[in-house]
């Protein structure tokens, strides 16, 4: 779990946190947290910690057996967390041996079986070396045989997310997807990655939604292998403040808490307190209730956790925070200006009902007269709309 200390400063549990993780993905998880967690903001420890583990998990775990990573990692460590933790050589190489060994064994049984069951374990069975090898180059050309069986295909969905290459995955009519209907821990599996999908190619709104969806059933499923169940609420949060409208957004919180501010009973377990969708809910009830300097204030702390996670990465820049239609009045906007939180200068046309006359500049002094004003802001680099009618810098953190 995440907290921030009293000065601000965010310290990471990463062994309660990689206990939502597991295989391969873990360890890529735990790499981009040490490669991302250097600065003012974070504790001093919390890169090595990460290191640390994703070498334990390489070198004990017995499945993962990218060698690759391994070496990035041993590097990143250098020799900081004694004798124990440094590239060995000897044992890299045994572990290469090892899967030249077990892939050729598993190629020669795949030529020489003719049952068609035992044909489609076994090309699963170098999918999966390929994959945790880290051989997506190799894992990921056309299936040997006709996708069959249902772990096949959700085997494929791994190999797609770590390497964006989504294709047809996501819309595939398959046998197993009727399957799925039946056992509904897979096809949770596979609406996970439809949503996480939709995420990664920028197609926020909809992955929103299929988030949202899935709200209601983060406590009976998992996905382990790729997303937390405290993710999904997350990712749902922050695709909806970017796009869902102002009453869309507030069915959405309201999925999550009760009429008295409670966590829903189903998602108690879920959503921990003092953690990122902790803080995402207050900042959407701020957003919610027209107070956009306290949103952004709220948000702008969240920033560094929520650029730790490994999906969200890449969409920092382009997420924003969509005031949903709200209105935001002229003596709000000059607030934010003289605090700094925006650049720009008012400037106005004034509509009268008989006449129209320009002015070059709103004097601050006096209110108004009753007529309609519309304000322009100075654009200023990296602007972004909260609300429609205004711009502002650097609006949202994520």
């Known amino acids: 779990m995440l907290r921030f200390t009293g000065d601000d400063q965010l310290d990471l549990d990463v062994e309660a946190y990689s206990r939502n993780y597991e295989g391969r993905n873990l360890v890529l998880r735990l ?52 004798e124990g933790y440094l590239l060995d050589e000897k044992w890299r190489l045994t572990k290469n041996n090892n899967f030249v060994k077990q892939d050729s064994i598993l ?3 795949l030529e020489s079986a003719t049952d068609e069951l ?22 990921f050309r056309p299936y040997p045989r006709q996708v069959q069986t249902i772990d096949a295909y959700m085997a494929t969905l791994l190999v797609a997310l770590e390497t964006r290459n989504f294709g047809e995955l996501p819309h595939r009519s398959v046998e197993q997807i009727a399957y799925c209907n039946v056992k509904r821990a897979y096809g949770f599996k596979i609406d996970c990655f439809k949503s996480l999908s939709n995420l990664l190619e920028s197609k926020y709104q909809v992955a929103a939604e299929g988030f949202v969806q899935l709200w209601k059933e983060v406590d009976n499923y998992n996905y382990r292998e790729v997303i937390s ?4 609420v997350l990712f749902g949060l922050v695709c909806a403040m970017a796009t869902f409208s102002k009453s869309t957004l507030q069915n959405a919180v309201d999925t999550i808490v009760n009429p008295i ?12 307190p003092f953690g990122p969708c902790d803080y995402l809910i207050d900042v959407i009830k701020k957003l919610l209730a027209g107070h956009f300097t306290d949103c952004m204030t709220l948000l702008e702390k969240q920033r560094p956790r929520l650029l730790l996670d490994f999906y969200l990465r890449d969409h920092g820049g382009r997420l924003r925070v969509d005031s949903g239609g709200m209105v935001i009045t002229e003596s709000q906007v000059k607030r934010l200006m003289l605090e700094g939180k925006i650049k720009g200068r008012i400037e106005g046309q004034v509509f009268c009902p008989q006449m129209q006359v320009k002015s070059s500049e709103i004097d601050d002094s006096h209110e108004p007269p009753p007529c309609s004003v519309r304000s322009h802001l100075e654009r200023v680099p990296r602007t972004d709309r909260i609300p429609k009618m205004i711009r502002k810098e650097d609006t949202s953190p994520l």
């Not at 169940?229 to 999904?232: F, G, T, V």
């Open 229 to 232: 169940s405290e993710d999904i």
């Open 107 to 109: 190629r020669n049984d």
């Open 261 to 272: 501010g409670q966590v829903a009973s189903h998602l108690e377990n879920v959503i921990k």
């Open 118 to 139: 035992e044909k489609d374990r076994l090309a699963l069975r170098q999918y999966w070396l390929h994959y945790h090898c880290g051989q997506m180059a190799i894992v």
């Open 31 to 82: 790499l981009h947290i040490a490669e991302n967690s250097v600065g003012p903001m974070f504790s001093d420890d919390l890169e090595l910690e990460a290191l640390r583990l994703a070498y334990d998990l390489i070198r004990n775990d017995g499945i993962v057996c990218d060698m690759r990573l391994f070496t990035v990692i041993a590097e990143k460590i250098q020799g900081r967390l004694g």
